[in-house]
């Protein structure tokens, strides 16, 4: 790599960042990346004790406590909506690993316009009741540890390669 990277990162970053961009491509006329044809990025990437077949396991587990969690909360409001007119939302945040976390919203009601082509009821109103939503946020997408410092690093490689504007 051609960035400085001086005592910033772990090794497991450095090593990761090298393996990414070895099996990335670039077509700078779209300005779209992808990884290579059959390069495995998140498989290749793994530490040696951590398999895929784990991960895939952990991420089914995920998805169906997300949905767990949709039902629960969203039972619990509904029921609690039928007894209380004015409660027209609520929310929750459940806490998983890594700080990742879960946030669920139920709508007593929500409107919305049929927008789907050759539907018999395109362009109709449709009402729906205790709708809930889902936000699922995975603690490494926020601005903060080797995310932080991957960010000001390119911001000051950019500063340096394309001069400040």
Not at 12 to 36: P, Q, Y
Not at 91 to 106: C, F, Q
Not at 122 to 128: A, D, L, M, V
Not at 153 to 163: Q, S
Request: hydrophobic share 30%.
């Amino acid at each position: 790599m051609s960035i400085k990277l001086d005592d910033k990162f772990n090794e497991r970053v450095v090593t990761m960042a090298k393996t990414i961009k070895e099996n990335m491509e670039f077509d700078t006329t779209s300005g779209i990346g992808s990884e290579k044809e059959g390069a495995k990025l998140y498989e290749k990437c793994l530490p040696e004790d951590l398999t895929i077949e784990t991960i895939n396991k952990v991420s089914d587990h995920n998805a169906n406590f997300i949905a767990a969690g949709s039902l629960a909360f969203g039972e619990m409001v509904v029921d609690h909506m039928k007894k209380d007119k004015k409660m027209d939302s609520a929310s929750a945040t459940i806490k998983m690993s890594g700080g990742n976390k879960v946030e669920y919203s139920v709508d007593r009601q929500k409107q919305y316009v049929n927008r789907i082509p050759g539907s018999p009821n395109n362009g109709e109103t449709i009402n729906k009741y205790g709708v809930v939503t889902t936000h699922y946020t995975v603690k490494g997408g926020h601005n903060s540890g080797a995310l932080k410092e991957a960010r000001k690093t390119i911001e000051e490689y950019a500063a340096e390669a394309l001069g400040k504007l």
